[in-house]
């Protein structure tokens, strides 16, 4: 079956530098991809990964290794805005391409 | 502006009713998702479309139908076999097999 797995909570200062974690083992691979979501809120769309290596945007970058069905999502300068959940998710062309989602990893960011 | 639209936000519904969630996208995009999500166990799939007259079971497909006569539409209906009801429901497009997927605001049921 899928599984994607990431870190529940997390807690980090504001300034700081914080890293959220996703590992995953699908059928198969055809992107990773991160998404932020503020509480009752859509999820919003952060970045992509298909190769291995890092892919900045500004305060956001992401990484991928596909041997170690593994990323990360690397958040710079943190802002009390970036409090929200980050969800890890794996699109599977073994299955029409469909994505599977980790549980979500719940970042908490104080003063 | 181009975009995905769920209606309505907010549903209450009692219990041995079915009730129907709208999802409509003015994106052109081919595929569309039905997800729901429940705290602490992220987003799972019910149902998906690649293509308008098709459509395909997710992983929690029981108690939930859909339909996709026009490309734009995928409606769910939540139906009275569905035990668990309450959540928060997103739907979801997207274009070609390498994009991202865009989500609209969320429908949240409340089973009274």
């Known amino acids: 079956g899928q599984n994607i797995d990431q870190p529940t909570e997390m807690t980090a200062t504001e300034g700081a530098i914080v890293q959220i974690n996703c590992t995953y083992q699908?059928?198969?691979?055809?992107?990773l991809f991160w998404y932020q979501q503020h509480a009752g809120e859509a999820p919003t769309f952060l970045s992509y990964?298909?190769?291995?290596g890092l892919e900045e945007k500004g305060r956001f970058s992401s990484f991928l290794s596909r041997s170690k069905g593994y990323s990360y999502l690397l958040l710079k300068e943190l802002q009390m805005k970036d409090s929200a959940s980050y969800l890890c998710?794996?699109?599977?062309?073994?299955?029409?391409?469909?994505?599977?989602f980790g549980t979500g990893t719940s970042l908490t960011v104080i003063p | 502006d181009g975009g995905i639209t769920q209606s309505p936000k907010y549903l209450f519904r009692k219990e041995g009713q079915n009730v129907t969630l709208s999802c409509e996208q003015n994106l052109n995009h081919d595929a569309m998702y039905w997800y729901r999500q429940d705290p602490g166990q992220g987003l799972r799939l019910i149902y998906y479309?690649?293509?308008?007259?098709?459509?395909q079971k997710g992983d929690i497909a029981e108690g939930y139908s859909v339909s996709r006569e026009k490309k734009e539409s995928f409606p769910l209906t939540v139906t009275s076999a569905q035990k668990n009801p309450t959540a928060f429901y997103l739907c979801a497009s997207r274009d070609g097999p390498t994009t991202e997927a865009f989500f609209g605001q969320g429908t949240r049921l409340t089973v009274v």
């Open positions: 990964n298909v190769l291995d």
């Open positions: 479309s690649q293509i308008v007259n098709d459509f």
């Open positions: 998710a794996v699109r599977d062309p073994n299955t029409g391409n469909q994505f599977y």
């Open positions: 699908t059928s198969g691979f055809n992107g």
